[in-house]
C-alpha cells in the first residue's frame, strides 16, 4: 500500500463487505467443478472438441460477496467457425434443461439460472495469444490467462475494492446503459498502479486521452491517434484493441471527480451510498413546483431487446429527440433514459418551458448580398406565415414567422407519431412507438411513478452524484 493515506479502518470494514466467505467460495467451486466437468461430457458425446471453463472474475477471484453472476464459455478447439454455434448452443440449452434465454451480442449466448447462479453460457473458440480472433469473446479466456499470473492474492483485495469504489459511484460496468469500466479493466489497472489507492491517485490527474499502458512500450502518441476515447488502455492480450473504450466522457470524469473526493474524505459511503427514502408523493409534488417543464416519453414494449440493443436504441432516441427540441428553439438543460428492461422505458427532457411564444423572429441575409436578399423577401413578403416584415435592422433583412409548434409535447408528439425515423430514432424503437406512445408533462406522469422508476427520477430530480454531500 501507498503511505501517507490513513484508512483509519474503513480498508477492513469495507473488505469484510466484499470478500466472498468461505461458503460462497466453496459454493462457487462446486458449481465450477461440476458445470465444467458435465458440460464438456455431454460436449464430447455430442462429437465437438470443446470444453467449457468458467471465466471472468469468477475465474480471476475478483468477484464481489453477494454476486451470484457467473460466466461459463465454451471452447471450441481449432478448425471450426460460427457455423456450429446453433449446434453447440442446442448442446447447452440440453444441459441446462428448462427456463433458458437465448441472448445476443456479438453472436448468440444462453442465460440460464443454475444451482442458484445467473449464468451467461457464452461460446468461444480457442486462440494463441497475437493470433487472429473469430469472435471478440476469443479474448477472454486469453485475459484469464494473463492474469492469473499476475493477481497476487493482495492484489486481488485491491481489484476488489476498486470494482465495489466503481460500484459506489456509478462507474461500474463496460455495458451500454453505464458506458463505464469493465471488470477486466479494474483489474488491468491495479495490476498496472500496484494498489487501490494508486489508482485513484493516478485518476485524480488523468486527462483527456490518458493512455495507461498496462505492458509497457507502446507510443503513445499513435495510440491517441488511433483511438478517441477520453481513456486509452490497450489490451495485453490484443494491443489493437483499447480495454476502456466503453468508458464515456461523463464517467471518465465522474470517477477522476469522485478519486479526488475520496483521497480528500475518505469515507464507506464511496463503496455503498446510502439510498434516500423515496416517497413517490414528494417525486410527484417536486416535479409540479420546480419551474422549469419535465417532459416524458414513454414507450411500452411487449418483445423487449437484450439490454445492450435496448439502451443502445434509447440513447440514439434521447439524442435524436433533444436535436429536434434544441433545433426547435426549446432549451434542453437535462435529459436521461430509463428502462425497467421489460416491459416500459421511459426518456425524460427538462426544459426551460413548455410553451414558446406563437411567432418567432428568423434572421435573413446581409443587405449587400443582394440576389439572396431579393430571394428572401420574395420568400416572406405576404406569406401566409409570415406575421411581420421583412424589415432591415443593420445590415440584415428579418421576418417575424409564425412558429410552426410552439408547444414541446406537440412538436415531439407529431415527430414520433411516425415512430421518428425523421429525427433518427432506430427502426425497431420507433416501431415500439407506433404501437405504445405516450408524450406527458410534469405531474401527468404521476400514475407511473412508482419503485425503480421512482427513484430514478428522484435521482434525476436531486441531480448529485450519489457520493457528493
Not at 118 to 140: E, K, M, N
Not at 144 to 154: M, V
Not at 330 to 358: K, N, T
Not at 448 to 465: I, N, Q, S, T
Amino acid at each position: 500500500m501507498d503511505g501517507g493515506f490513513d484508512w483509519g479502518g474503513l480498508r477492513e470494514r469495507v473488505l469484510e463487505r466484499i470478500v466472498p466467505s468461505r461458503s460462497e467460495v466453496e459454493a462457487l467451486e462446486r458449481f465450477r467443478e461440476e458445470t465444467e466437468g458435465a458440460l464438456s461430457d455431454l460436449l464430447g458425446a455430442s462429437g465437438f472438441r470443446a470444453v467449457a471453463e468458467v471465466q471472468g472474475s469468477a475465474a480471476r477471484e475478483t468477484w464481489l460477496a453477494g454476486e451470484e453472476d457467473v460466466d461459463v464459455f465454451i471452447v471450441l478447439d481449432a478448425g471450426y467457425d460460427r457455423g456450429v454455434l446453433p449446434e453447440v448452443l442446442d448442446v447447452v440449452k440440453g444441459y441446462v434443461g428448462e427456463g433458458w434465454v437465448e441472448a445476443y451480442a456479438e453472436h448468440p449466448y444462453i442465460r440460464a439460472e443454475v444451482d442458484g447462479f445467473s449464468v451467461d453460457f457464452v461460446p468461444c473458440f480457442r486462440v494463441a495469444r497475437g493470433g487472429g480472433l473469430i469472435s471478440a469473446t476469443d479474448r477472454s479466456p486469453l485475459h484469464t490467462e494473463y492474469l492469473r499470473g499476475r493477481l497476487t492474492p493482495g492484489l486481488r483485495e485491491e481489484a476488489r475494492l476498486l470494482k465495489r469504489f466503481m460500484k459506489g459511484v456509478g462507474a461500474y460496468g463496460a455495458e451500454v446503459r453505464v458506458g463505464g469500466f469493465s471488470g477486466y479493466l479494474c483489474e488491468l489497472l491495479v495490476v498496472h498502479y500496484g494498489s487501490f489507492e494508486a489508482v485513484l491517485r493516478g485518476a485524480g490527474s488523468w486527462r483527456r486521452g490518458e493512455v495507461v499502458d498496462a505492458v509497457g512500450g507502446s507510443d503513445v502518441e499513435v495510440l491517441r491517434r488511433r483511438f478517441r476515447e477520453p481513456l486509452i488502455v490497450p489490451d495485453p492480450v490484443d494491443p489493437g484493441r483499447n480495454v476502456a473504450s466503453a468508458v464515456s466522457e461523463t464517467v471518465f470524469w465522474g470517477f477522476t471527480e469522485a478519486a479526488r473526493a475520496f483521497l480528500g474524505a475518505p469515507s464507506e459511503r464511496f463503496f455503498f451510498p446510502q439510498e434516500a427514502d423515496v416517497d413517490a408523493s414528494g417525486v410527484i409534488e417536486a416535479l409540479g413546483s420546480r419551474g422549469s417543464a419535465i417532459l416524458f416519453v414513454l414507450v411500452e414494449d411487449g418483445d423487449v431487446d437484450v439490454p445492450d440493443v435496448l439502451w443502445g436504441q434509447l440513447y440514439r432516441a434521447e439524442k435524436a429527440i433533444c436535436g429536434l427540441l434544441e433545433k426547435s428553439s426549446f432549451d434542453v438543460y437535462r435529459s436521461a433514459a430509463w428502462s425497467d428492461e421489460s416491459s416500459f422505458h421511459v426518456i425524460v427532457f427538462e426544459l426551460g418551458c413548455a410553451v414558446l411564444p406563437g411567432v418567432m423572429r428568423r434572421v435573413g441575409p446581409p443587405v449587400r448580398m443582394v440576389e439572396d436578399g431579393r430571394r428572401f423577401v420574395e420568400a416572406h413578403l405576404g406569406a401566409e406565415g409570415t406575421v411581420s416584415g421583412p424589415w432591415i435592422e443593420g445590415d440584415r433583412w428579418w421576418v417575424e414567422t409564425v412558429r410552426p409548434e410552439p408547444e414541446a409535447r406537440g412538436l415531439v408528439e407529431s415527430a414520433l407519431a411516425d415512430g421518428g425515423r425523421g429525427v433518427g430514432v432506430s427502426r425497431r424503437l420507433g416501431a415500439k412507438m407506433r404501437d405504445g406512445l405516450s408524450v406527458l408533462l410534469g405531474d401527468e406522469v404521476a400514475p407511473y411513478v412508482a419503485g425503480e422508476f421512482a427513484r430514478f427520477l428522484f435521482r434525476f430530480l436531486d441531480g448529485r452524484p450519489v457520493w457528493l454531500v
